[in-house]
């Protein structure tokens, strides 16, 4: 009795250190710096896609009238299998997110392969502020304090899609062609969101791996760091629990003396290692990213991968030798995602150290997402989220507090149910398991066409990737059926048109 108690009292100190070094977490990003465009990590031929490359110059404030300067929007154009306005060709436009629209439509093979088949128009408009679309002349200017930075939101990216492709629409005399909207992840919020902004300029969306319930007390706040605990206990149960084990071996070494050159010389680090919290945060990293590309075949959408690299990861962290340390096992089991190709030297740790990028702005001013990690069911150091300092943090960075209930209030997301089915229609939230961000999406079938596909072993927006020989039968049918429900929308749509044409 006494030495469990004992070992009880050690483990609740070990864990308030730890505490304080996780004082403020960030949201885990859907991309963090992949979506930054710098990756050069292609290894295998990847898909070419034929498409222009063409700048729309783009009103900075579409909610106001005055008079700033506009900005160049890079957007994508295929009319490559576009049968054309008079046969009112749909027009299939992908909602770009937070990171370079040249990497987004590389890895959205979905929209490409399926075209030719509905002889659509293929539009990927770049998200403001990211990759080469930034106001201001430079990102160092759009990016130099909340003033410049105040334009960049999601309302005045669905406006610069609504404008572009009613722009485009006129200058191809298409205005009769449906557009059907796609997007992934936050791209999918966008998609969602639009088609409900505006109907009259969508007649549809799909809208893959989209939390669009991620805000406020929705869903609950562990939801996220519970689901990529499950990825790894359905794997393994050992696995689970030495990763569990790891955080206070990490911070009890980190106390010791030479403690953090021994952390620092165990994971191979380039650099010496300043604070533990430094090692939690990449090691946080890639067990939450590795579960979002938890996909069934190899890829290389993040980093060079194996297929279920999670399985792998587990292999590795269970399968060394007995004696063999925690945090050595766990060394062992990050190589696989941070250095699958061998070719990694040492590990960098600086994963976007300040957090000044555009998502984090964003981060900090409508899409507060509130993360807590459970200290049961979860493998993560507990945390719970505390707006208060995660208030403070965004002052500190930005000089900007956050609006948590903006979201919620412009796009809804409370009563989502009840308020699809009566207020929407055309809309489909794709989402698989394995996907943590799938715990913040909409899981159940709302109305006829307002659905939810739901793949048991789907990671993050599948898909929407490139079709491959090893696409499991199951993701092959998911693609059939989103298929058909567009193909619906459209027939839908030329009927209503015919029969105002008739009368
Ligand atoms: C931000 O920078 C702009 C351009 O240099 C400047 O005009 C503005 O006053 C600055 N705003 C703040 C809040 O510092
Ligand atoms: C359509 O776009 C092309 C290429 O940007 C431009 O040359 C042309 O003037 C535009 N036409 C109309 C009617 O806007
Ligand atoms: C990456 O893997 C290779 C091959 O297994 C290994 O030699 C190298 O030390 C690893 N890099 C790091 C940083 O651990
Ligand atoms: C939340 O953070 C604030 C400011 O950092 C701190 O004063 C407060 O004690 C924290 N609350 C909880 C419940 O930890
Ligand atoms: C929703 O309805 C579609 C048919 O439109 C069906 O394929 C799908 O399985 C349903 N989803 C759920 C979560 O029940």
């Known amino acids: 009795m006494r030495k469990s108690a004992l070992v009880f009292t050690v483990a609740i100190i070990v864990l308030s250190c730890s505490w304080q070094l996780l004082a403020w977490r960030h949201a885990p990003r859907f991309l963090g710096k992949f979506a930054a465009g710098t990756h050069t990590h292609t290894h295998t031929q990847a898909p070419e896609y034929r498409y222009e490359t063409r700048y729309f110059q783009q009103r900075l404030d579409h909610f106001s009238f005055s008079d700033l300067p506009t900005f160049p929007q890079r957007y994508l154009i295929s009319t ?16 770009g997110n937070e990171g370079d629209i040249e990497w987004f439509a590389q890895n959205t093979g979905f929209v490409w392969e399926i ?33 410049t930075l105040s334009y960049l939101t999601a309302e005045q990216a669905l406006a610069d899609f609504s404008v572009l492709v009613s722009h485009l629409k006129q200058n191809f005399s298409a205005q009769g ?19 409900l902004k505006y109907p009259h300029i969508a007649v549809g969306a799909l809208a893959s791996s989209a939390p669009i319930l991620q805000f406020e007390d929705i869903v609950p706040p562990q939801t996220f760091y519970d689901i990529v605990s499950n990825n790894f206990k359905r794997e393994s149960v050992t696995c689970f629990n030495y990763i569990k084990q790891s955080w206070n071996e990490i911070a009890y070494t980190g106390q010791t003396s030479n403690g953090l050159e021994r952390l620092a010389k165990t994971f191979n680090l380039c650099q010496i290692l300043k604070r533990t919290g430094d090692l939690y945060d990449w090691l946080e990293s890639a067990y939450s990213f590795l579960a979002m590309v938890n996909y069934p075949y190899p890829s290389e959408f993040l980093m060079t991968l194996p297929g279920h690299p ?20 766990i060394y062992e089991g990050v190589n696989v995602y941070y250095n699958y190709t061998g070719e990694a030297k040492c590990f960098e740790l600086d994963d976007d150290p300040h957090g000044m990028s555009g998502w984090n702005w964003q981060a900090c001013t409508e899409m507060v997402m509130p993360m807590s990690s459970n200290q049961e069911s979860s493998m993560f150091p507990p ?121």
Not at 122 to 145: I, M
Not at 180 to 192: D, E, K, N, P, R
Not at 397 to 425: C, M, Q, Y
Request: charged fraction near 20%; hydrophobic fraction near 35%; charge should be negative.
């Open 310 to 329: 999670i399985r792998e990861v587990c292999r590795r962290i269970d399968g060394v030798p007995d004696g063999t340390s925690i945090l050595e096992r």
């Open 80 to 95: 490559e299998h576009w049968v054309g306005p008079q046969r009112l060709g749909p027009i299939f436009l992908y909602c």
């Open 115 to 147: 075209a030719p088949r509905f002889g659509a128009m293929v539009l990927f408009p770049e998200h403001r502020y990211y990759g080469d679309s930034v106001p201001y002349g430079s990102t160092e200017e759009a990016y130099k304090n909340a003033t």
């Open 177 to 195: 062609c449906p557009v059907v909207l796609f997007g992934g992840s936050y791209g999918g919020m966008l998609a969602a969101w639009m088609r």
């Open 383 to 503: 945390y719970e989220f505390n707006y208060t300092s995660f208030q403070e943090e965004c002052l500190m960075n930005f000089g900007v507090k956050p609006r948590p209930k903006w979201i919620t209030t412009e796009f809804g997301g409370h009563d989502v149910h009840a308020t699809l089915k009566k207020f929407g229609s055309n809309i489909i939230f794709s989402n698989g398991l394995l996907d943590p961000w799938s715990g913040g999406s909409v899981l159940q079938n709302i109305s006829e066409s307002v659905v939810a596909l739901v793949t048991e072993e789907g990671a993050h927006h599948i898909d929407l990737r490139p079709s491959t020989e090893d696409d499991p039968d199951w993701l092959v049918e998911l693609r059939e059926t989103e298929i058909r429900l567009i193909e619906s929308w459209i027939s839908d749509y030329h009927q209503k048109n015919n029969a105002i044409f008739d009368m």
